[in-house]
């Protein structure tokens, strides 16, 4: 059974990259956005209406059938409102560790006049396809766990750990995956993205948002899970299997989906799952009970 609590507040196989490198991207077919390009994403109208809890009695009466571990956060950026569910004790966050690579390699580069052509290739390849050569690449580029636990603490990060290891003893997978985080950590993460501020500029947030508004189709489920084609989604999600028999897995899911009257962030974890495929079932349900609710 899986494990959870409620807190609300007012104000690799063939789909893993953890276990597979997918064929690079193309490259050059994505360049650091200018900032008039923000002008086609959805904007926030002024009046917004408050939201029901969005891990209802159907999300939890749903997960409490689930094996495994879940934790998840769901912030309206409408609103302001901030739901959570699961202990809070942190978990591995596979691939989603990428997002948090990406972001710290943009705002290190932003005074040498941004990414090379170079790391625009890797770039693109570790987001959009969840390439691990490229993260491992980028990871090393950025300065490792150092320079990215520098960025999180001026990002609010508070409770996430950057592995110190890349090659890890009795770990067959890149050992940035084990890098530990919570829900609500990532949702700090996702605000940097689609709220102005200090640390990224608005052609470096749409750059990367453009990347995870592309990802390969395969991996376009979790937290964009019952969302209609036509809204925006921009996500990152992550697989990872913890044990040598494909038993244990890491699934999380993060992003940004905004369209139809929503505009929120959600980041769900979970572990414990039976296997990759139940995981990403986990992840993309608990997406489409929070997509309904927050209508």
Known sequence: ???????????????????????????GSHQVASATAESARPTRTAAHRAHADPFGSAATSYVSTRAGTIAAAVYDLGTGQTWRLGTGTPQDEASVVKLDVLETLLAERRD?????????VLAQQMIEDSDNDAATSLWYEVGGPAKIRSFNAEAGLTRTSPSPCVICAGFPWPGWGLTTTVPADQIALLRELVTPGSLLTAAERGYALSLMENVTPSQRWGVSGGVPAQVTVALKNGWLPLDGSGTDW??????????????????????????????IDTVSQLGAFVWAAMK
Do not use: C, K
């Open 112 to 120: 040498g006049g941004g990414l090379s052509a170079g790391n625009q």
């Open 1 to 27: 059974m899986a494990f959870l609590t409620i807190h609300g507040s007012g104000a690799p196989g063939s789909a893993s990259a953890a276990a597979s490198t997918p064929p690079p991207a193309s490259a």
């Open 250 to 279: 890491q699934i999380n899911s993060v992003g940004w989906i905004s369209g139809q009257g929503r505009d929120y962030l959600m980041a769900v974890l979970t572990t414990g799952n039976p296997s990759e495929q139940y995981g």
